[in-house]
Structure formats: C-alpha cells, structure tokens
C-alpha cells in the first residue's frame, strides 16, 4: 500500500478547519502541518486535528520537507502570493476559490506551476460534489433533451456589517467572489464560457458589490441567468431547463444536496446521491488521485477553466467600476 499523502494547511480560519474536517475521513490523506501568521492559533489549530508540525509563518510551512502538497484557506486577496509561496518551495497546491482576486493574479499563478511541472488546482468543492455529478451524468445523458437555460442563484441572507470580510474592500468583500462564483462556475460546467455577457449590481456604502444579476449568453441561443446576494437569502439553487423537462439542483448552491428531476408529462423524480464527509473530502480525493497519476491538474477543474472564469469576472466587474485595492 502507497505512503498516504501528507498535507499542509495555510490557514486555520473557518474554510482552513472544514478542510481539515473533510480530510480526517479520506483513507489515504494525512494532516502533518499547519502555518499561521501566529504560533497561539497554529498551536490551537493542530491541538484541534492532531497536526505535528505547527508554524508561526507561511513560509516555514511552505518550506517543511515532511508536506507534499498545500492547501490554501486565506482571504481572497492572499491566494496569489501563497500559491506562489508554495509554489517556488516545489510544493503542489490546492487554492481555494475564488482562484484570485483578478485574472492577472490567476494567470501568474498558473505560469508558475507550469513552468515548474508542478500540480495547481482551485478548490470550487462542487465540482466534486456527487449531487453535482450526478445531475451533470442526467444531463448529458439527455434526460430533459436539448438544453436551453439555466437559473441559479446564491443569497447569503447576513446582516450588514461594515467590520465584516464580506463588506470589506480591502479583503476583496462582496457578492461576487465569494457567492457569485459558483452559479458562474456552474454555467460554465454545464454551458462552458458565455459569449455574450449582460449585468447589473447594486455597490454599497463600503464599495463592494452587494447584490448582482448576471447573464450569458451563448451563440447556439442558451442562456444562463445568474444572481448573487449578500444581504438577501434566496433559494439558492440551479434549475436547468430543456426541451423535454427541467432539472433542479437542490440549494444551496456550494454544496447541492439533492436532485430533482420533472419530465413532461412524468410524475417528478427526486434523486439523493450518497455523499460521505462534508464533501471538501471529495476535493481531496481528486487532488491525491492526481498526484498519484502525475496528472498536473483535474481534469474536473482545469487551469484554462479557472483563468476564463476570472477573465469573466473581471469583465462583469469592470461593468459595475469596482476596482479592489492594489489592482
């Protein structure tokens, strides 16, 4: 039986500890590190998941010869120098979304893992959700025939609060990288990169973007018709309609619990895949799969993917005039 693969974390917030959560169930995955910018919250951290090598810098777990591949958990605005962090320490990566705060970021990010033959992949945990597979399996298998449009939205419902990463500027704050990204991830695993892009969004007292409705169009006549909201709660599902019924991807968004599939005509059929862990265990999975088969992205999630749809938001957010500090 192969070494398990042994993992380090940049990061021991709220996305940091459900990975870690995610990876206690994956047979072939240990946690060996963890780096933090304080050693008291490394040492709570890996007193917490049983990590043995705990840092007070990024940069000496970046640099520890035990870890063979990171995951990075920090804000938005970090992802970029982590990834690169890690990746001139010869480390592969997995960041979590938004890839970037822009394409620019993104595009430095790939070139660098390229140029060292060196694993990189962004973790949008959807992708790997088995409900999301299931319902991609039912769709290119024709199950509602030809399809024509899609709705999804995300609607975070939280109280406004100036103090709070989400409305902070400086953190790259608003709806559209943390919510946004994943009904524009799911157009693009479905319908792949929109054309035609229309939008508008409401820009609030602290500069970012609090509530926005996106659409893409597609030269074959589809479209996808896409929300975001930080301050108001909606469905927040995905509905995909075709020629010969609808299928809806039960809310919320980021982690689809269930299938519903309606035929014309047809009694409605609700489909519950199985789903282990708290599903950033399948992420995981994916990223160790790789790295045993020397594939240097997933296939799943290329890099070409992450970088278009950074491109993409980058244009949404030049419709709107937001600019994030820095850029």
Request: with cysteine.
């Amino acid at each position: 039986m192969s070494e398990p693969i042994r993992w380090g974390i940049i990061s021991t917030g709220t996305i940091a500890r459900k990975f870690a959560e995610g990876l206690s169930v994956v047979p072939d995955a240990e946690l060996v590190g963890v780096g933090s910018r304080a050693q008291d919250s490394a040492d709570r951290f890996g007193d917490r998941f049983g990590v043995p090598h705990r840092y007070a810098t990024y940069e000496a777990l970046a640099n520890d010869p035990d870890v063979d591949v990171v995951y990075i958990g920090t804000p938005h605005p970090l992802h970029h120098q982590n990834t690169l962090l890690c990746l001139q320490a010869g480390k592969p990566v997995l960041c979590e979304k938004p890839f970037a705060i822009n394409a620019s970021q993104a595009r430095e990010m790939v070139t660098a893992a390229r140029e060292r033959n060196l694993f990189l992949m962004e973790a949008m945990w959807n992708r790997y959700n088995p409900v999301v597979l299931e319902a991609q399996r039912l769709l290119d298998e024709g199950s509602i025939g030809e399809l024509r449009m899609l709705l999804a939205d995300l609607g975070l419902g939280a109280p406004f609060d100036p103090e709070h990463r989400l409305f902070d500027i400086e953190l790259g704050g608003g709806a559209l990288l943390d919510l946004g990204v994943y009904p524009v991830s799911m157009a693009y695993l479905i319908f792949g990169a929109p054309s035609r892009i229309a939008t508008l969004a409401h820009l609030g007292s602290t500069g970012v973007d609090e509530r926005e409705g996106i659409v893409f169009g597609y030269d074959d006549g589809r479209i996808a018709v896409l929300n975001a909201s930080l301050m108001e709660k909606t469905p927040s599902d995905a509905v995909f309609f075709g020629t010969e019924g609808s299928l809806r991807l039960h809310g919320p968004l980021y982690c689809p619990t269930a299938v519903t599939l309606v035929r014309h005509g047809e009694t409605e059929r609700r489909i519950e895949p199985s789903v282990e862990g708290n599903v950033y265990n399948y992420e995981a999975v994916e990223v160790i799969r790789c790295l045993r088969a020397a594939e240097l992205e997933s296939p799943a999630m290329t890099l070409d993917e992450s970088l278009s749809i950074m491109e993409t938001l980058d244009a949404i957010r030049a419709e709107w005039g937001l600019r994030y500090p820095g850029e």
